[in-house]
């Protein structure tokens, strides 16, 4: 199993950004597909996950701004993040073979990442 982030960059506060994660290999079911985050100094913590039946779960603080969704006839996994904050700044992560948690103990397959910096 391949996880391969990108789309991320730097933008303003208030600007977009759109990250994708292509997942070759991984075809399991039963468990969630997610975006994960980590900032300096900080833990990892989780963003956004789905479900293997379509459910999705935002952590508070992204809640109205960011937008998870995926393309199961490309196997993509895109993460829209709009209206973004200087607090956004951030390692992100996709992970998949997830149990239905934010925590990112677990969860079995990691990307490499890609940084989010957002500037005010």
């Known amino acids: 199993v391949q996880l391969v982030e990108s789309g991320g960059g730097s933008v303003q506060a208030g600007g977009s950004l759109t990250l994708t994660c292509s997942a070759v290999g991984y075809t399991q079911s039963g468990s969630s597909m997610g975006w994960f985050r980590q900032a300096p100094g900080k833990e990892r913590e989780g963003v956004a996950i789905?479900?293997?039946?379509?459910?999705?779960h935002y952590t508070d603080s992204v809640q109205g701004r960011f937008t998870l969704s995926k393309d199961n006839a490309k196997n993509t996994l895109t993460l829209q993040m709009n209206s973004l904050k200087s607090e956004d700044t951030a390692m992100y992560y996709c992970?998949?073979?997830?149990?239905?948690?934010?925590?990112?103990?677990?969860?079995?397959?990691w990307g490499q990442g890609t940084q989010v910096t957002v500037t005010s």
């Open positions: 992970a998949a073979g997830g149990p239905w948690t934010l925590t990112p103990t677990r969860w079995k397959y």
């Open positions: 789905l479900s293997s039946i379509g459910n999705i």
